[in-house]
């Protein structure tokens, strides 16, 4: 009997699990394939899940077509840290004699030498990899560097996975975006009725916003999730205040939605849709977290002594991949090193940018600027 197991959080599944599914069945020529939603992966401590029940449903109507895949409960059940050696341990000896696959993509590949217990894993299991998105040649290093470590070698499947992940599913979820695209009809009809990643005002704000301005939103809210745990921030918190953060972009001070707003005299043009927003996110649409209206109303300026959410999103709408101004480059590159260094030196360009443009340099950017230069100066970091 030939068995595969198909693990991860599925938070949510979406079609590129479900290709995928259906190249394995075939290329391994397998019996059954178990699709397995983790209770809690060892590397995701920390991160909030949508629920077992959603994440089980979800898993049950996307591969529901598949004769030969059976989505799986047991390390849902199981409960406590899901530990992929026990996991093959189990259904090795459940299903005894068969022969083991366990798939992967080639990001858990590079990491496998990590996990826990990694060589009882290989005693039980056969590695099986789908490459995505990665470079032609890949895989005479890749089987180098694995049989080196471990004397023995890994399949490779012959699909080709496309850039789709499932962190950009739920920003898309929380924006009130059409699914059906990247988890099928039948996955996106469900979380829409259990209202799964959904976020009370945010499709109402981004509606405020232009197509163009709504589309770097979404960028930011992509590039903010996806950073979120090294600013130790929990990522629904960085995805709906990056998707409110630019909710007042595109009104005027004589909006009826901002009736009330009071903003200092002294405020730059540029930056007064940030004060907007937070007014905006705060009485239009019932925001009540003071740490997502701070990273709303200082995206642009910046100021001194932002908490972590604050310079996530000062930093993502800064960084996000479509932004092409000088110097781009080298702030995303210093950001992959350290994120301090990065909003030092992102504060001081925008600082002699607005010095050079004989434009006014706003008060709060210049003591962000003092403030984090005299921590870098003393050697704090604040992260």
Known sequence: MRIGIFGGSFDPVHV????????????????????????????????????????????????????????????????????????????????????LFFLVGTDMLRDFPNWKNPEDILLDATLAVCARAEESGWEEKEHADFYARFGIDFITLTYQGKNLSSTKVRVLAAAGEELTPYVGGEVAKLLNERGTYRMNGVKEALALEKPQRKDHSLRVAFLAAKLAPRFGVEERKAIKAALLHDCAKNLTADSPLLKGLQVEEDVPPAVWHQFAGAYLAEHAFEERDEDILNAIRYHTSGRAGMSPLEKLVFLSDLLEEERTYAGVERLRELLKKDAEE????????????????GKTVYRLTKEAYEYYKENEKNGNHEQ
């Open 16 to 99: 590129e699990h479900v290709h995928l599914a259906e190249r394995a069945v075939e290329d391994l020529q397998l019996d059954t394939l178990f699709v397995m939603p983790a209770s809690c992966p060892p590397h995701k401590k920390g991160k909030k899940l949508a629920s077992d029940a959603d994440r089980l449903a979800a898993c049950r109507a996307a591969f529901s077509h598949l004769a030969k895949v059976e989505v799986s409960g047991y390390e849902i059940h199981k409960r406590g840290t899901s530990y992929t050696f026990e996991t093959c341990r189990y259904f090795k000896e459940k299903y005894d004699p068969c022969e």
């Open 342 to 357: 990065c909003l030092l030196a992102s504060l001081k360009e925008t600082v002699e940018y607005l010095e050079r443009s």
